[in-house]
């Protein structure tokens, strides 16, 4: 039987980092090819097409890299692919799988890995990460549940997953709901049904500039005020406890609201924002009377990129139906 044709695109992260010399940093300079050498076992599973799209720190990757990485995932399923992983780096793996999510239109899986420790380190996790992910997006389960994280053995949505720790090897979680699914024996076992998902129409511009601020005690408004002067085209605010700001915030907000939109996340790291709890200047219902939208269940850096894209397909105006849960 013919085994079937999986896509691999390597694009940098620890999972392809190793020092020059003794006693260096670790920088990216493994390929896409040479990690698959780490896996021996997935000629047995697939046949690999694999491609160093880039070999960056995932700090430096941007929306423009990313459309064209999705363009090129978009290909490999078009002819023939049954599914796609992504290698990069963890540090921003969250967003880098909400921006493809809101993107992907395919049935076939998009799933994203990386790893904690660097090649060359002892238990390195890198290439038990991408026999896994390899496994989930090789699995027809995957089908329909749009972009997935693959770390430590866990499956996460894109929609919720988090970077909850910052060099632990159990470093993802999806606060409130918990992992999709999880690998055992090397079979899958997905614990949540696929949800519904909203795709958006690919941007057409990439200029558009989306600010994000977090709120913090005693914190000064002169940033803000200079949001619109800087001409920023969005602007999302990681709020306290469930979407607050300071008072002094809140005038200046109502003034940036009138002229481009403007969005309050919690910066608490899971629930979502309230709606119709609090009456205080600053409050969530104080807000949305002066404009904002909340953000709900979406934490702050991923209602940045929803914004990024709305406004870069001009549907801004459509935002409160893709910060809904229904
Ligand atoms: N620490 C990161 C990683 O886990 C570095 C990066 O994001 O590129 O890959």
Not at 51 to 70: C, Q, R
Not at 113 to 131: C, E, I, Q, V, Y
Not at 226 to 231: G, R, V
Not at 301 to 309: H, P, Q, T, Y
């Amino acid at each position: 039987m013919e085994l079937p044709k999986l896509a691999i695109a390597a694009l940098g992260g620890t999972v392809s980092m190793q020092a020059m010399n003794a006693g260096e940093g670790v920088t990216p300079i493994i390929s896409g090819e040479v990690l698959l050498d780490s896996v021996p076992e997935l000629a047995t599973l697939a046949r690999v097409n694999v491609e160093t799209l880039g070999l960056l720190p995932s700090a430096s990757l941007d929306f423009e890299f990313l459309l064209s990485v999705l363009s090129w995932a978009s290909f490999q399923i078009r002819q023939g692919a049954v599914g796609v992983v992504i290698t990069q780096g963890t540090d921003t793996l969250e967003e880098t799988a909400t921006f493809f999510d809101f993107l992907w239109d395919h049935d076939q899986p998009l799933v994203l890995t990386g790893a904690m420790r660097s090649a060359a380190s002892a238990g390195a996790d890198g290439p038990a990460n991408l026999l896994d992910a390899c496994r989930v997006a090789l699995a027809a389960q995957s089908r329909q549940r749009g972009v997935q994280v693959v770390m430590n053995g866990q499956i996460h949505s894109a929609s919720v997953v988090r970077k909850t720790d910052s060099l632990a090897l159990q470093a993802f979680s999806s606060p409130i709901v918990g992992p999709a699914g999880m690998l055992v024996e090397n079979a899958i076992h997905y614990l949540h049904p696929p949800t519904q998902r909203k795709v958006l129409p690919l941007p057409q511009h990439t200029t558009q500039r989306i600010a994000l601020l977090e709120a913090s005690l005693s914190a000064d408004s002169l940033m803000l005020e200079n949001i619109i002067e800087l001409a920023y085209d969005g602007l999302v605010i990681a709020g306290f406890g469930a979407g607050h700001v300071p008072e002094n915030w809140a005038g200046v907000i109502e003034t940036i609201a009138g002229t481009i939109p403007v969005i309050i996340a919690t910066r608490t790291g899971s629930g979502p924002t309230a709606q119709s709890t609090y009456g205080f200047m600053g409050g969530e219902m104080d807000l949305i009377r002066k404009g904002a939208s909340m953000a709900g269940f979406l934490c702050p850096r991923k209602a940045r990129i929803l914004l990024w894209l709305l406004v870069g397909c001009q549907q801004q105006h459509r935002l409160a139906s893709y910060l809904s849960k229904d």
